[in-house]
Every structure is written in structure tokens, then in C-alpha cells.
């Protein structure tokens, strides 16, 4: 994926989320910064480490809430000759089905010579 085609889907990515919020009639939390290390191991053994620095921005919208953040992605992979700077993105939002149940979910990628994609979701009781 080239960096110019990656630059304009995540300035289009979050142009859409600021478009949403500021339309949204609901309170707005705004811009955040988020450091997180993703380590993968097998059994084990270390395999790889993506270290993610991300701007974004969440608000909520009645009993939803939503986030969206992007950013340069580290790539440090067990004995390989080299590390690499990739980008990547996550949005998602969780909304509340009643005072004690949510539902929530989240999409990602990270760019690479083979772009990795993701999606999780569940449903959340607290008590």
C-alpha cells in the first residue's frame, strides 16, 4: 500500500469521524494520544512486537460511544535482519443495550508487505 494512498484514507478516516461528532447533538470528549505494545508469542517464545503510537478522537452519541485513532506502527520481529515503520488504524464504539449489558466491536489494520486486518466484538456484563 503506498503512502500516499494510506495518507488520504486516513485523513478521509478522520475527517468522517470529526464530521460525525461535531453533527452529533451529544457530548464530545475529543483528541487523545495512545501508546500500546502488542507482544505474540508461541508457547513460549517471543515472535514479534508492534509498538503503536496513535492520535484519535472518541465522543459518545446518547448510549454510544465510538472511537477512531491512526498512527506509525514498529514493527520488531524475532531474529529478523531488520525492523520495520508501518501505520496503522483501529475504530470501533460500544453501545449500551441496558444498565448492566453493552455491546462493543473494533476493526484494525496495519499496513506491511502484506497488510494485516482485524475485528473483534462481544458483548460486555458488569455487575
Known amino acids: 500500500m503506498s503512502y500516499y494512498f ?20 451529544a457530548a464530545f470528549a475529543g483528541p487523545y494520544l495512545n501508546w500500546e505494545t502488542n507482544l505474540s508469542y508461541t508457547g513460549s ?10 492520535i484519535g478522537w472518541e ?19 524475532d531474529a529478523a535482519s531488520s525492523s520495520d515503520l508501518e501505520f496503522s488504524g483501529k475504530a470501533g464504539g460500544a453501545v449500551a443495550v441496558s444498565e448492566s449489558v453493552s455491546v462493543y466491536g473494533e476493526l484494525s489494520l496495519v499496513t506491511a508487505k502484506e497488510n494485516g486486518y482485524g475485528a473483534k466484538g462481544g458483548i460486555k456484563y458488569s455487575f
Open 45 to 54: 517464545d517471543y515472535t514479534s512486537a508492534l509498538h503503536e503510537l496513535h
Open 59 to 77: 465522543g459518545e452519541n446518547g448510549a454510544a460511544t465510538y472511537y477512531i485513532q491512526g498512527g506509525p506502527a514498529y514493527s520488531a520481529v
Open 6 to 25: 494510506l495518507k488520504t484514507v486516513l485523513k478521509k478516516l478522520f475527517a468522517a469521524a470529526a464530521a460525525l461528532a461535531a453533527s452529533a447533538p
